[in-house]
């Protein structure tokens, strides 16, 4: 999924969220009102709260729908703004609704929750925390500036459930928290399981590049990606000349670091468009999109110069890898397999001719006799 997908579809859910509150914030205001008409809350009281409730939903929403949120790095989803904000309005509720004001602690618990399931761990407790300091500060003014309505006693029940209820809270909170900490770890190690599965399954383990059948993906999807424009790309087959020498006469690991070396010796001197992938043995395939045979020519040659220079002095004094390689143009998709083919018999044509050299398929006349044969000695 594009990256600026899913930033839309995490826009969207957030602000989904920041509408959510805001319809409590109305809910809460209409029963608040309902109060006002029972005689229960002042009623320039009620319609002060209710502007500060509003005016945080609207204002979170629209900062969200603006995309303003977004400059917050560390809290995109303005989670913890929007309870510290509905956290004062309900304190605030609690010291103007009077008898009614019980339900109230039922409210905070909902906010709590609110930020419990994206929130770490700690920040969930100072919040729980926070909220429990407020509201006990509040039971403790209203019971000694007001005890006629707010009387100590009730304060003191309602001081103990409110410790009770966002205590749980904050352990709950703790526990979450370990529980997405832990899945997140899992997800990332998926992922990267799957990452080493996918390297396994498309990358030779020796040399890095792409293996044979990544290489035959990656060569179809630029054939159907290109516009046909002739020619829509080269390929060519590279192999290392005398190869089998080197293995017989200096052991696989040998053979194995004279691999790695052209692999990187190649990777750095094609193009950045360009696909070098491992066809088989000392066998390598370049793809080369946008470009005619000559060019592809060039670029090989560029490589093998830069080749001869490379001494294997550890190895051997004064040992060098040389290698042939043919060279084809590819029409179109249909073309794909013909056209290896006739880079194939290139290949040979220069092994034939002496090895250490590039010739284009059209320049061939017809398959050189023994090709093949010259195969067995590299």
């Known amino acids: 999924m594009p990256a600026d997908t899913g930033m839309q579809r995490q826009q969207r859910l957030r602000a989904s969220q920041t509408l959510l509150a805001l319809l409590v914030y109305a809910v809460f205001a209409v029963v608040q009102h309902m109060e006002v008409l029972a005689g229960m809350i002042d009623e320039a009281a009620s319609w002060r709260l209710t502007a500060w409730n509003l005016t945080g939903g609207v204002g979170f929403y629209l900062a969200i729908r603006s995309g303003i949120n977004l400059r917050v790095e560390a809290d995109p989803a303005l989670t913890v703004p929007q309870m510290l904000w509905a956290m004062v309005g309900i304190t605030w509720s609690y010291a103007i609704t009077g008898p009614a004001r019980g339900g109230v602690l039922l409210i905070m618990t909902l906010v709590l929750l609110f930020g419990i399931f994206t ?25 000694w500036t007001d005890p006629a309505r707010y009387d100590p006693r009730v304060e003191v029940m309602h001081f103990v459930f409110a410790a009770i209820v ?68 080269c390929v060519a087959l590279i192999d290392l000349d005398r190869f089998k020498r080197i293995n017989d006469d200096h052991g696989h690991a040998a053979g194995d670091r004279v691999l790695r070396t052209f692999a ?115």
């Open 119 to 143: 929130l770490p761990p700690r920040r969930s407790r100072m919040l729980a925390g926070l909220a429990f300091a407020l509201l006990a500060a509040t039971m403790a003014w209203k019971g």
């Open 166 to 233: 966002l205590g749980a809270v904050a352990a709950l909170a703790e526990r979450l928290g370990k529980l997405r900490a832990r899945l997140v770890a899992q997800r990332t190690e998926l992922a990267s399981a799957l990452e080493r599965i996918q390297s396994l399954a498309t990358r030779d383990e020796l040399t890095g590049l792409l293996n044979r059948r990544a290489a035959i993906d990656s060569l179809r999807a630029e054939l159907r990606r290109r516009d046909r424009v002739k020619p829509m790309m």
């Open 264 to 378: 990187e010796v190649a990777a750095a001197e094609v193009r950045a468009p360009d696909v070098l992938s491992r066809w088989g043995g000392e066998e390598f395939l370049l793809m080369m999109p946008a470009t005619d045979e000559g060019e592809g020519l060039a670029c090989l040659e560029r490589v093998r110069r830069r080749l001869q220079q490379v001494v294997f002095d550890d190895l051997a004094p004064g040992l060098r890898v040389s290698f042939s390689a043919g060279v084809a143009a590819c029409l179109d998709e249909d073309d794909l397999e013909p056209a290896i083919d006739r880079a194939d018999r290139a290949m040979y044509q220069a092994k034939n001719a002496g090895r250490d050299r590039v010739v284009c398929a059209s320049q061939l006349s017809a398959p050189a006799a023994g090709a093949r044969a010259a195969k067995a000695t590299g």
